[in-house]
């Protein structure tokens, strides 16, 4: 290379470099930057999570935890910024940037009850605006909640404040609950809604592990990890969601990572859960004065002892058999990232220790998200989590002493064998040199979301997903050689464990394709797509029985032992098309079908189809409006279908090996199939409007809903005909039928009052209230179908309702007390003949009757908050259902297998001395109506110059207690016994799905907590 020509090429490089260094100096002082926070008009405080935006330069950013926001690289000139969040109204500036400066720009959002432009997930790809949807969807910002209340789960953050939504409570430290959503729609089904995480299917059933608890689910997920929950109601809002939709669904969305710097948050968490001592929760045990009482009937009550055996060991020396279980709870957390990738990590940490010494609950959890950019029009989402669970149930102390009745005559004895009064051992029985009960849960929940805008006017989602699930469930007892629990068990010793294995898989693709025409005004968003949904459960069961020693602990150790295997299947594979039409953003027409296959299904059964139309209509919107204190009103309609699908093996024959004649092995009818068997097919109409008054002080949400379940599934009994001799003396069976149709109705309120908005005190209130009732119109001919053991189907009347004989007169046949004769009972009235008002006639000439519904026909719950110089908020929340009756099983038992109460010894009432002989449920019917001061919480927000000196951002306090107070309680006795709580329910197998009966879960614990929060 000559030398001339390679000093020009290098003076032609450095020309070049000094231009783009003056272009790029040129540019940078052309860019400023803008920054400032975001608070809320009704606290004063910064919000977090709010999304600041540029929408013309597609820039934008979300608020850290004190609400402060920096958009860097911002084109010099003035530009429109909006800063948006669920729950507050959009607020839109001018700001006018300055190249090589900083502007600031501050937002004060107002809180919103109704934000038409919100998304909601929908099923389609990218969802929908609220404004479009015509049928009711309820939100709950939990990072708003938690910081005022005290909730845990996302459970108690549904728990009452969501209209339609009943939550059947919990039983002791770490059991979970059932949730509800517009009461029951079913006879043979589960109740439980769908429920989604970041758009993957979640393995929600919880074992019904005993009579009296059931393990969690939802609790694993931490409300620390939530940015919000959606609840879709009823067949015509689920309609594409298919087939185990029509009793709702319910999407959690986990937090999500933003543009920034790091943000670090930290919170702790410390508390008790403590033994109220409610009337009815802790009450004698009595039995006759030997020395006053030689026979019964005893002539007075103070010829009997009551006996309450906490006290009774705390006077004798053996302790307490309640305590105050600590509560520990700590979560860590960051957010940030940049255009390209933005995260969030976390983890918690979670111990609880119930009121008794032996109840824990202990749960670990990671959890991330990552959202990549990766291209202009493809975005990747991967969120995950691991979750570890080790939960000991508080097993049935409180049943076997105090719900079903002691063993009070033996209180006196205590000698290495005794019971000392308790039903089925003292409290030492159940302490792990003896007993030992677990719950070890291992769970991975994964979703892969990746979103691609085709055009301008196409989008696809595909979402792939796995929640993994693996419980292992271990009891042993130790041998000690007498009996010291409900059966053999503490004599001989034994050791079960079932392991459950249950993956559940999900595939969901999706499209939607958005059109204008006539000039922008006429719109159309036509989407399709498909979902597979599997499900698997293998499960192994090892049992052992006679341990030589008390040392021994496993299976192997014992003299007796089995085992068995089961693996259960279960696909969902659905598809679907939907077309929306709008007029100018306004008013909106949408028409979807879906189609449905599942493995269930009986083999000659075609694919189940579930259509829907709905409406919306944004009134306030439209040029003739001029109603000016109404600022906003939308008014909505939708008819729609969505479906049940039978249990795994319903629609199959199934055979069971037994021992035959000669001892050789045969097979056995197990289960009756049914070829034709197909899913309950829920089909609703619901009408309702959304308005706004006052600028926001006064906002209403009212739906009314009627919904029909057709082909609903009635186990009906199989004629003895079809059974093989070597069935023996077992008469029939039953087989699954689609013969069944039930009715139910409600509406649901939701109002938000601003009733103080400014001012250094302010004062909001929300009600949420709910009526609700069903019908079972056909059973197909069946008489009556028993559900536990106080509630029967019947036609026309509720599901699950109280039933049983009511006894109305009786004399005694000497005296005062005693035995009794002429016993009546109701007769039975009404088109069905059992309904409650009849003539009196003999009690074996005389009907079970209905004594009236087992869910409640209304719910209310009422939040109240007040904010005190910006700084101080103080909450409180009411809980009250009413207009159902409650079947307390475990009172019954007082009077019948465990004689504890006093009227069983005196017999001095004629019409109890007759239910000993007619029927031992009708001690324990009672009206179940009651009011309860369910939260109740005060909060403190750091000033910002005091948390700065820790080198915080923010900071707050919480000082918040659950089931604090019964401000009322419909019936609280029958006879002589209190009724512990309506809340109670009973766990056991399918009985659980349905609420009314209690056989002797744990009352509601009360607990509080104590919270701080930091953010760095």
């Not at 009850?113 to 609220?130: F, K, N, W």
């Not at 499960?539 to 020693?549: D, K, L, S």
């Not at 119109?777 to 009556?784: A, K, L, Q, V």
């Not at 509720?798 to 009511?806: E, G, W």
Request: charged share 20%; proline share 5%.
């Amino acid at each position: 290379m000559e030398v001339g020509k390679g000093r020009k090429r290098l003076a032609d490089a450095l020309q070049l470099t000094l231009v783009g260094l003056f272009l790029a100096t040129g540019s940078a002082a052309a860019q400023g930057t803008l920054s400032g926070t975001v608070t809320s008009q009704q606290t004063g405080q910064g919000l977090a999570s709010v999304q600041v935006f540029i929408s013309a330069l597609d820039l934008g950013v979300l608020t850290q935890a004190n609400g402060q926001y920096t958009i860097e690289n911002v084109p010099a000139g003035t530009h429109e910024v909006s800063a948006q969040r669920l729950g507050y109204q959009t607020a839109t500036i001018q700001a006018t940037v300055s190249g090589g400066q900083t502007t600031l720009a501050d937002f004060t959002l107002q809180e919103a009850a109704l934000q038409l432009d919100a998304v909601i997930v929908t099923g389609t790809a990218g969802g929908s605006q609220r404004r479009a949807l015509g049928n009711a969807v309820s939100q709950v910002t939990v990072d708003d909640l938690t910081a005022l209340a005290p909730v845990s789960t996302p459970e108690e953050a549904l728990a009452g404040r969501t209209p339609g939504v009943q939550l059947l409570p919990p039983s002791g430290a770490g059991a979970g609950s059932k949730i509800r959503i517009r009461g029951h729609s079913s006879m043979a089904l589960s109740g439980d809604p769908i429920i989604y995480v970041d758009g993957v299917r979640l393995n929600d059933s919880r074992g019904a592990e005993d009579r009296n608890y059931n393990s969690p689910t939802l609790a694993d997920f931490n409300p620390s990890d939530i940015e919000s929950i959606e609840v879709i109601k009823g067949p015509a809002a689920a309609t594409l969601y298919g087939t185990e939709a029509s009793d709702g669904v319910i999407q959690i969305i986990t937090k999500s990572g933003s543009v920034g710097a790091p943000v670090f948050e930290v919170s702790t968490e410390v508390g008790q859960n403590y033994w109220p001592n409610f009337p009815g929760y802790e009450r004698l045990s009595w039995f006759p004065d030997p020395d006053r009482c030689p026979s019964v009937p005893c002539a007075s009550a103070d010829q009997l002892i009551g006996i309450n055996m906490r006290t009774e060991d705390i006077q004798n020396g053996f302790g307490d058999a309640f305590q105050r279980g600590l509560i520990q709870r700590i979560n860590v957390g960051v957010r940030g990232g940049t255009d390209l990738i933005r995260y969030s990590f976390g983890a918690t940490q979670n111990r609880e220790e119930g009121i008794v010494s032996w109840n824990n609950d202990e749960r670990n959890s990671i959890r991330g998200n990552l959202q990549l950019t990766a291209t202009e029009n493809l975005n990747i989402q991967l969120s995950g989590g691991y979750f570890q669970n080790d939960y000991q149930p508080p097993e049935d102390l409180w049943a076997g002493n105090y719900g079903w009745g002691s063993r009070p005559q033996t209180y006196r004895d205590f000698g290495p064998t005794s019971r000392r009064g308790w039903r089925d051992g003292p409290p030492d029985s159940f302490h792990s040199e003896r007993f030992t009960h677990n719950y070890v849960t291992k769970r991975s929940v994964w979703s892969l979301q990746t979103t691609l805008e085709t055009s301008d006017w196409l989008t696809h989602r595909l979402v792939m997903g796995l929640d993994q699930l693996n419980l292992r469930e271990s009891e042993w007892w130790g041998k000690e050689g007498h009996s010291r629990f409900h059966g053999t068990n503490g004599r001989i010793g034994a050791k079960d464990v079932r392991e459950t294995d249950s993956p559940v898989y999900t595939v969901d693709f999706s499209g939607t394709a958005n059109f204008r025409f006539n000039d922008g005004l006429l719109g159309s968003a036509f989407s399709y797509g498909a979902q597979f949904y599997n499900r698997q459960e293998i499960r192994t069961i090892a049992e052992g029985e006679n341990f030589a020693v008390l040392a021994l602990s496993t299976v192997g150790g014992a003299a007796v032992t089995q085992a068995n295997e089961t693996f259960l299947e279960n696909t969902t594979l659905g598809w679907y098309v939907q077309e929306q039409l709008d007029w100018d953003n306004r008013f909106f027409l949408t028409g979807a079908v879906r189609f449905d296959d599942n493995s269930a299904f009986g083999t000659d059964f075609d694919l189940a189809v579930y259509p829907k139309v709905s409406a919306a209509w944004v009134l306030s919107e439209e040029a003739f409006w001029d109603v000016d204190w109404i600022d906003q009103l939308r008014l909505r309609g939708a008819w729609g279908q969505a479906g049940k699908q039978p249990d795994a093996f319903a629609a199959t024959q199934l055979f069971e090996p037994v021992t035959g004649p000669g001892q050789q092995p045969i097979l056995t009818p197990d289960s009756f199939g049914n070829p034709v068997l197909g899913p309950e097919k829920g089909s609703e109409i619901e009408v309702g409007f959304e308005g706004q008054a006052f600028e926001g002080r006064i906002a209403l949400d009212f739906t009314y809903y009627n919904r029909k379940t057709n082909d609903a599934i009635v186990a009906k009994t199989v004629p003895p005909s079809v059974w093989p001799g070597a069935a023996g003396d077992f008469a029939g069976g039953t087989q699954f039928v689609n013969i069944g149709q039930i009715s139910a109705w409600g509406t649901e309120t939701a109002l938000n009052i601003q009733a103080i908005r400014e001012g250094p005190v302010r004062w909001d209130l929300d009600l949420a209230f709910t009526t609700q009732g069903n019908r079972i119109d056909d059973m197909g001919g069946i008489e009556r179908i028993q559900v536990g053991r106080t509630r029967a189907h019947y036609e026309g009347h509720s599901i699950a309702s109280q039933s049983d004989f009511k006894v109305v007169s009786a004399e005694f046949v000497n005296g005062v007390n005693g035995e009794v004769h002429n016993v009546m009972c109701d007769g039975g009235t009404g088109p069905t003949g059992v309904a409650l008002g009849g003539p009196a006639v003999p009690c074996s000439e005389a009907p079970k009757v209905v004594w009236g519904k087992s869910d409640p026909t209304w719910l209310v719950n009422l939040s109240q908050t007040l904010t005190f110089f910006d700084n101080w908020r103080a909450s409180v929340n009411i809980d009250a259902m009413g207009g159902h009756w409650m079947g307390h099983d475990y009172a019954t038992a007082r009077y019948t297998s465990h004689p504890t109460s006093q009227l069983v010894w005196l017999q001095d009432d004629p019409i109890q001395v007759a239910y000993l002989g007619v029927t031992r449920n009708g001690f324990g019917f009672a009206k179940a109506g009651f009011a309860k001061l369910r939260e109740v919480a005060l909060s403190y927000t750091i000033p910002g110059s005091l948390a700065e000196r820790i080198g915080a951002s923010s900071a707050s306090i919480r000082v918040g207690a659950r089931n604090v107070a019964r401000l009322w309680i419909q019936q609280e006795k029958v006879f002589d016994e209190y009724m512990a709580d309506p809340e109670m329910t009973r766990d056991q197998g399918g009985d659980y799905d349905f609420a009314g009966e209690s056989g002797g879960g744990w009352p509601p614990i009360a607990q509080w907590t104590a919270r701080l929060n930091v953010t760095f």
